[in-house]
């Protein structure tokens, strides 16, 4: 009973139920789904949440520059010496926007999500460039469901626009991977 495989010990596992042994403890057994069935409810296509609203602070930017290596002295300048508004936002920086809303999907009960995701790929299309001092509007939909073997693709579109004026200003899409029934094999 005491040899190791492939880092897994075969030590018994308690309880009644059948469950796989691994360093650290047991945890449930889950037998893989079948081919195509999908968890994630597929009649959420095109659902949408509803909107929340951003706001492109200088705070926010100076934070995203740091965390990205973004060294233009402007993300770090001086309030007095530089307004707001002359701010241009990386474009990258609207995947704060629109993916810090990811609670959304796991939140409905409908849609079946879980938090045993990854961040498949990520689209921004721009009417125009995010700056400094923007309040944006943006609503949340789900745009495609599909499944992969093992794993869910779900499409997250968010379209934002300007809060004063409506005008459009940036339309992400998502893909966000799930992993089978919560388990990541």
Known sequence: MG???????????????????????????????????????PERIGH????????????????????????????????????????????????????????TLIDDPELGAHWNLVHGSQAFAFQRALRGGDVLRCTPRVADISAKGPMELLTYEVACVDATTEEPVVTAHSVIVFFADGAHR
């Open 48 to 103: 949408t949440y509803p909107p929340f609203t951003y706001e492109v602070c200088r705070e926010k930017l100076r934070e995203y520059a740091e965390a990205t290596g973004v060294t233009d002295p402007i993300y770090r300048a001086d309030p007095r010496e530089v307004a707001l508004e002359e701010i241009v936002a990386p474009p990258t920086f609207a995947a704060c926007v629109c993916l810090g809303r990811l609670e």
């Open 3 to 41: 040899h190791a495989r492939r880092g897994r010990s075969r030590r018994p596992c308690r309880g009644g139920r059948r469950r796989r042994c691994v360093a650290g403890g047991a945890r449930p057994f889950r037998p893989r789904r079948e081919e195509g069935a999908i968890a994630l409810n």
